[in-house]
């Protein structure tokens, strides 16, 4: 066998293997299709291999997220109401609690200049429902983003219109501080392509750093990263939790994500402080491409991030 052949055989075992790898304990993949690979359990797929990042379906491995409406009113407060219908085409009733609530809902416009993180409250039957007010006209999108009992974590997203004339604004410039209510945080750390990145946001107030965040849905932030462009949404790890006897309660709030390519990505920081969470938003593009990376063990190595929301 001449060396790229050789090569070529060596990654396709590879891609076999992590196929295999991740199949195992998914009782619904069907034999000879690639299970989809989450970007924080692979590194990054193998030659051949797609990954699709969360958020850009709005179905998935038989999960779909049905609202009973996409167009909803501009500036009018909604009951938005929606379900997800699990393999069996019915409602989902089911849901594993992940950062102290069932499923967590996202709502975006789709120039990334509003952010709404919010959590409805089941209706019965399998039906969710949460106040709703789409500021503008606009296309906005929205993520269900929850655990099935018996099922992996999933992030379904649905395309929300609200009808009139609008003006789509410019993404805002990368930066690593911002500002909201007085507020100041500040980005530590870099997004790099197919590698693990680590970011520490640190929240000062009035020129001091703020060192007794208080624990919003069981950490000191929550973090939502999304690509511009397609708005595909990623899954974010705090680094510790509160009580944990090593996490600080601010002024840094640190995370892991891995970005699945290139470009820039629009970040959204919950955190609170004197009882009201705000949302700190940065721009940030990536840094250096990692190495092409192979497929070997010291990626996969991330496994142990698995099933965990944001
Ligand atoms: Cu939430």
Redesign the pocket.
Known sequence: MNTPARLGAYLLGLAVLFGGALGAGRAADTAGLTPQATPHTTASPAPGETSVPEGLQVSNNGYTLTPRTTTVEPGQETDFRFTVTGPDGRPVTGYQVQ?E?K????VVSRDLGGFW???PREAGGGEWSVPLTLPAAGAYRAFA?FSPEGGDALTLGVDLLAPGDYRPAALPAASRTTTVDGYTVTLDGDLTPGALSKLTLSVAKDGRPVTDLQPY?GAYG?LVALRDGDLAYLHVHPDGEPGDGRTAAGPGITFYTEVPSRGAYRLFL?FQHGGVVRTASFTVRTGQAAAPASGTGEQAGHGGHGGHA?
Not at 103 to 106: A, E, N
Request: a negative charge.
């Open positions: 950062h609530k499923l967590h809902f996202i993180h919010l959590h983003d849905l929550h919950d944001h």
